[in-house]
Every structure is written in structure tokens, then in C-alpha cells.
């Protein structure tokens, strides 16, 4: 039982152009940065935006394929839809939008209203029936949507952007009961998201897209540890250099090599944390073997450590203690040397 | 709180302005004859005109419904070629002067005309000179009203409404019924009063088309027009209960015109 889905299409400045299978069992996240087509290919899954060409398999039966021209509008596909702002019907009450996928698939109006009202005590709003969305908080909307969407017992759950309509204060705990609601649907569950930290709260699974393509899938650990984009590194918070490998060290495009124990030969991603750089304001004499000059361009206070983004032959971000900024009289477009240890690198293929 | 003082040269003209509104409403109730207005208003003639005049604008408001909110679901949702020109055409009467518009409905709909002549040989309809006549010219003019109200209601309504209820099952009618309509309810609601205030005022294209036969075709504005000739007082006191009607219209309507929230 599994979704696949492979989708090509061209929608304004957006190039689309990917493939996801999806298995029951787990939930998968889709992430990336804002214009990547995650909410597009989300659509084009619910069969709500036309591709070029490319193909929608949920369980063996075709929903969508270009090549035959088959096509289940998105009414008759088995699936439930969290939209980003929940788009709740105003005009209905709580119990109502809850019931709506179950009268528009055909249940008496009296197993609808039951159905809806046991859904809305899962959730946790069974007070609230009588209610109007706009009554509702936002965590309290979010609940009333994916009980919407769940009620209709649908195979494939699509979720966009599910929290991101919150303030900070509500999130962690409609998250946790989300979480809570994904592991019980038996089911295939996809979640649209931009935010890393929901990512991998949330899914066994990721799948990074960028500018329509994916880059790089695998489980919250092999995503964070071995990152493969520099959109990824910037999630993560870590360094990340492509180049050519060899025998020690990592040649970049443009001249410049940086000593890594690891490296071997072949096309390689080579990953230094900030906090193992370190910076001087002179050139310092010692062990390490990767040494440069460069200029603070960037100083940027994160909770109890100071990230300094340095330009240089290679542009690389350090992570030092308010102190020992201080102690070094750093300000930004001020010199700098910084170093770090060649076993300090991580390398793996690219 | 410090006020900016108005300029003179604003004030004046916009006092006459309003003036020019004002004046002749209070003529209307200054010199209406209060005390005939029951005997007026209860003259069969009367209540046969506002009989007929109530049934004709709301059957012409009925079928601007019908055939109206159909029209502006396609003028807002579908692409077509020609589709700005044939906007063009149905939005024409609100700007045609009715008679005008009379004249054309009897080249089409006349006994001799266009169409009528086809309707009457094969189906023996006759529609000028009628009552269906007179919903006919009332539906003419007042329709545009409604459609473009519509259109506009669909076009501002957020549409991910729409599609959120297809990805919950719904089929196309049930997503109209259940979403469409009453997401654009205010607009519905709106479109339909200013429909139906326009068919109750319909003058010029009624008695084009329809002629002006006391309970067949004689409209309220007709009567008041022709009592103007033989019996003034009652023809002010029905003037009166049509501005009373406005009235009520133009309360009806506050939010949307008025803006008061």
C-alpha cells in the first residue's frame, strides 16, 4: 500500500519536476524553502493543479496519468486535506465542517452528525460543536481541520503547512497532539513544511525539495548529519563545502583546499560544525592545518553563543562565546584568521 | 478636538446639492393628502397595480435568480473567447434608456418580431400586452443589476473554500449549494434587492412592451404616472408608498452602502 507519485509541470517561475513514493507505515515530510512547489506538488497530488506530464498512484490504482490520459477528479480520490489556514467553511458550524466529507460521500445525515461528534471528542472539542470557526482559536481550528479531514476515513492524508498558521506558544502542543493524530491513522501521511524543527518532529522520514527538485531524502538523522544542500546546512546550522577529494584533502572549485582526514578521492560534501573554528586576530602557529584570513561580515548573537560569518578564500560561519568575542574585540568587517582541525571535517560522497 | 474648517467653496455647492435631493421629498410629504391616503390606497385600482406590481417584480427578480446567478458563475469562472463583449451586451440595459429597450424586446418578442412571431404561429404564445410581458421588460432592465453584483461576489470569495470541499468529496452542485452560495450570500442577498427595487420602478420598457391595461399590465409607477392626469392626490400618496418602499431598500442595504459596520 504506498503512494507514487511522479509529477512534471511548468507553473509560473516554478519548474517542477518529482518523484515520491510513499509507503504506509511511515509519515514523510516534505521539506524546503518557500517557492519550492512542496504546497504545488501537494495540490497536484489532490489532483487540484493539472501537470504536464507525470502520473498519481495511490495503492495500484491510477488517479492520475498523463500518458493515458486518466484522470479521478480530486472529489472521488480517497484523501484528506489539511489546508494551510484550514479554510474551515464560516458559514458552518464546528460539527458541520466535520461532517462535510462524510454527507458529500454519501452517509444519512444522522451518521454524519454522530461520526462528526465523536471525531470532535478526539480532538477534544466536543464542546464546541455548536460553534463557529471564527469562535474557535487557531490551535482549536487546526484540531476541527484534521478531524475534518480524518472523518471521511480517507487512504492518503495530505497536510500543508499544518502549524505554521500558530503563534509560537500554542505550536508545541498542537504539535505533540498532531504527532499523536498521525500515528494512529492507518494510512499514507504526507506533511508540507518549511519549518526543520516540524520536520523532524513530526516525520519517520524527509524529503527535501529545492526550486522543484529534490535533493535529498532519508530519515530526520541522515538529513541533519549528512547534509547535501547548502539550504540543509543552513537548516542544520553546519559548513558545508562540495569538492573534488584527494588523499587528505578536498579541492574547491576556484582554487582553495581544505585538509580533511577523511577525504579519499571522487566528488565528496565536506561538513565543519561552527563550533570547531576557531578565530584569532593574528595568524596563529599550532597544529591545525586549515588556516585562512578572512573578514567578519556577519555577527549574529544565537541564545549563549555568537555565530561570525567570515568571507574569505573560503567562506565559512564560527561559533564562539559572547566572551571570547569580547576578549577578541571583533566587530563586523573587521580582519580576522581562523583555523580548525583537519579531523574536524566531515567528509561523504556526494 | 480641533476640527479642519471646511472651505466655503465646498460648503455652498454641496449644500446645494443636497438640498436638490431633499426638496423634493418634502414636497412628496408636505403636500400629499394625508387625509384622502386611506381612501386612495384602498381604491381597487390601486391595490390591483400594487398587486400586480409586487407579483411582476418579484417573478422578474425569481427569474434574474435563475438565469442571472448562472450567468455571472460563467462571466467569473470560465474563459472564453467573446466573453468581455457578451459581458458588454447584458450589462447594456442598466445604461440603455428603457424605451429603448422596450422597442427592442417588440422587435424580437412582438407579435411580428423576431422570435415572437415563431412563438405565437408554433406554440400560440403571445408575450407583448401581458403580464408575462411586463416580467419580461422588468427582467430586461433589472437583471444586469444582479449579474454584476454576483460576478463581483464570486470573483472576491476566496476559492480554496471551493476546493477544500472537493478535496472532502463534493461533488460540483454540492460544492455550488453548500460553499459557493452561501459564501456569496451578502452579494446574492444584495444583488437580488437592487434587482427586484429596479424591476418595482421599471416604467419606459413596461410600457413599450407591455402596454399599460389596468390588472394585466399596469404597474404601480404606470398607475401613479396616468393618475397624475385624472386624480393627483392619489397619484402622490402611491408616489409615496414607492419612496417608502426605497426607503426600506436603501436600509436594508446600509452595510453594504453606507458603510456602517
Known sequence: MSLEASIRLALGPLDLDMELTIDEGEVVALLGPNGAGKTTLLRAVAGLVPFNSGHVRLDGKVLEDTATGQYVPTERRPIGFVFQDYLLFPHLSVVDNVAFGLRSRGTSRGAAAQKAVDWLGRVGLEDYARAKPAELSGGQRQRVALARALAPDPRLLLLDEPLSALDVSTRAEVRRDLKRHLASFQGIRLVVTHDPLEAVALADRLIVMENGRLVQTGTPAEVTEHPRSQYVADLVGVNLIRGEADHGTVRIPGGAAVAAAGAESGEVFAMIHPRAVAIYRMRPEGSPRNVWSGRASNIELLGNRVRVRIDGEVPLVAEVTPAALKELDLVEGGEVWLSFKATDVGVYPA | ?261
Not at chain 2, 411586463?134 to 430586461?140: L, W
Request: hydrophobic share 55%; charged share 15%; proline share 6%.
Open chain 2, 1 to 261: 478636538m480641533r476640527r479642519e474648517r471646511v472651505p466655503i467653496v465646498v460648503v455652498v455647492p454641496a449644500a446645494i446639492g443636497a438640498a436638490f435631493f431633499i426638496l423634493p421629498l418634502v414636497g412628496l410629504v408636505v403636500r400629499s393628502p394625508w387625509r384622502d391616503a386611506v381612501t386612495a390606497l384602498t381604491a381597487p385600482d390601486t391595490i390591483e397595480a400594487l398587486k400586480l406590481s409586487l407579483v411582476a417584480s418579484l417573478s422578474a427578480t425569481a427569474l434574474g435568480l435563475i438565469l442571472g446567478v448562472p450567468l455571472a458563475w460563467v462571466y467569473a469562472r470560465v474563459e472564453f473567447p467573446g466573453r468581455d463583449l457578451l459581458r458588454a451586451l447584458t450589462t447594456l440595459p442598466m445604461v440603455l434608456p428603457p424605451v429603448v429597450g422596450g422597442i427592442a424586446l417588440l422587435l424580437a418578442f412582438g407579435r411580428r418580431g423576431l422570435f415572437g412571431s415563431w412563438l405565437d404561429s408554433t406554440f400560440g404564445i403571445t408575450l407583448p400586452f401581458t403580464t408575462a410581458g411586463v416580467v419580461m421588460a422588468e427582467t430586461f432592465v433589472a437583471m444586469p443589476f444582479l449579474i454584476l453584483t454576483v460576478e463581483a461576489g464570486l470573483r472576491s470569495m476566496d476559492r480554496r473554500y471551493e476546493e477544500a470541499a472537493r478535496a472532502l468529496g463534493a461533488s460540483r452542485w454540492r460544492v455550488f449549494t453548500r460553499v459557493t452560495l452561501p459564501l456569496i450570500g451578502p452579494s446574492l442577498f444584495a444583488g437580488a434587492v437592487l434587482c427586484w427595487a429596479r424591476a418595482l420602478g421599471e416604467f419606459g420598457a413596461t410600457i413599450t412592451f407591455a402596454g399599460n391595461f389596468p390588472g394585466v399590465t399596469q404597474t404601480m409607477p404606470l398607475a401613479v404616472y396616468l393618475l397624475l392626469e385624472t386624480n393627483q392626490e392619489a397619484s402622490f400618496i402611491l408616489s409615496l408608498v414607492l419612496l417608502l418602499i426605497s426607503l426600506l431598500v436603501l436600509v436594508g442595504l446600509r452595510h453594504r452602502w453606507l458603510g456602517s459596520a
